[in-house]
Nanobody, 122 residues
Framework: VQLQASGGGLVQSGGSLTLSCAAT????????IAWFRQAPGKEREGVAC????????FYEDSVKGRFTISRDGAKNTAYLQMDSLKPEDTAVYYC????????????????WGQGTLVTVSS
């Protein structure tokens, strides 16, 4: 199992970015995929997840209405569309694979990508 996160960068407050998570080594549509982030000096927190059963989605409260998680089974890739970015969204973002059903608890995820840095300037 391998996950490759990409798409991070520097963006101004109010801007948008789309992160990608390319997956290999497993049946992509079967498993939940989640995005987590970790800001300097803070614990890793779950941002969004999409289940492998029915593609139901869950979001952390601070990103609801601004971030959208999706997946493309044909490309074995998950995405995190981030709009209306704020400086407090600055963090390293990780994608992770869990079981079939998603939640935002890091302990539920066994496989992690390497992280991609998102920096939002004010």
């Amino acid at each position: 199992v391998q996950l490759q996160a990409s798409g991070g960068g520097l963006v101004q407050s109010g801007g948008s970015l789309t992160l990608s998570c390319a997956a290999t080594g497993f049946t992509f549509d079967t498993f939940a995929i989640a995005w987590f982030r970790q800001a300097p000096g803070k614990e890793r927190e779950g941002v969004a997840c999409i289940s492998g059963s029915d593609s139901s989605r869950f979001y952390e409260d601070s990103v609801k209405g601004r971030f959208t998680i999706s997946r493309d089974g044909a490309k074995n890739t998950a995405y995190l569309q981030m709009d209306s970015l704020k400086p407090e969204d600055t963090a390293v973002y990780y994608c992770a694979r869990g079981s079939m059903y998603c939640n935002l608890r890091a302990g539920s995820y066994s496989y992690w990508g390497q992280g991609t840095l998102v920096t939002v300037s004010s």
